[in-house]
C-alpha cells in the first residue's frame, strides 16, 4: 500500500522547493521571451503542487468522513434497511470525491468545457451502479421469485445511468451526444426484447403460484 504520511511529507517537501525555485528565479530577473517562460513556469508549479496536495488530503479526509457517517447511517437503519445506510455512505463519498476534484483541478487552472461535465457525468454513473445493485439486491432479498430476472435488471439499470452520465460527459458537444442518445435508445429497445421471454415467464410462474 501507500504510505500516507511519507506521501504527504514529500509533497509539503516539494512544494516548499518549489517555493524557494520561484523565489530564487524571481531574483535572478532573467530577461527576454526564456524569462517570460520560466516566470509563468515558476507562477504555475505552486499551483500545481498545491492542487496535488489538496486532493491527496482531501481524499483522506473524505474517506475518513465517510466512514464516520456511514458508521452512524448504519446504526440509525434497522437491520432490514442497513444496505441503504450503505447506499447513502457510497453516494456521499462519490459526491465529497467530485467536490475535492473540482476544487483541485481549479486551483491548478485545469477548466474548460469538458472537465466539469466530466465530473458530473462520472457522478452519475458512479451513483447509477450503486443504486442499481442495492436496488436490485433489496428486491431478490424480498422477493426470490425474481433472482432469474436480477442479472437483467441490474444490467438495465446500468445501461441507463451510463448513458445519463454519457449525456452529462457529451453535454457540450451536440453532435456526440445525438449519437450517445440513438444509441441509447437502440440497446433499450434491444434489452426490452430480450427481457420479454424473461418477464413472460416470471409473470407465468408467478400465476401458477397463485392458483396453487
Known sequence: GIDLSNLIGMLITAFIVVIGIVVALHYLRIGGEAGML?????????RLIGGIILLTAGLILVALLTD???KLLTGLFPKQFV???????????IGLIALVVSIALDLMLFTGPLVYPLIL?????GAGIFIGHTIVRNIVEDHPEFAAAAPYAKFLLY???L???????????PNTAH???????????AV?????????TLAKRMAKEVKE
Open 159 to 161: 445501461l441507463v445511468f
Open 68 to 70: 464516520y457517517i456511514g
Open 179 to 189: 449519437v450517445v442518445q440513438n444509441v441509447a435508445w437502440g440497446v433499450a429497445i
Open 121 to 125: 457525468g462520472t457522478v452519475i454513473i
Open 83 to 93: 444496505e441503504i445506510g450503505e447506499m447513502l455512505r457510497n453516494l456521499l463519498l
Open 192 to 200: 426490452g426484447i430480450l427481457l420479454a421471454p424473461v418477464v413472460y
Open 163 to 173: 448513458m445519463v452520465g454519457l449525456g452529462a460527459i457529451f453535454a457540450n458537444f
Open 38 to 46: 520560466v516566470a509563468q513556469v515558476a507562477e504555475y508549479l505552486p
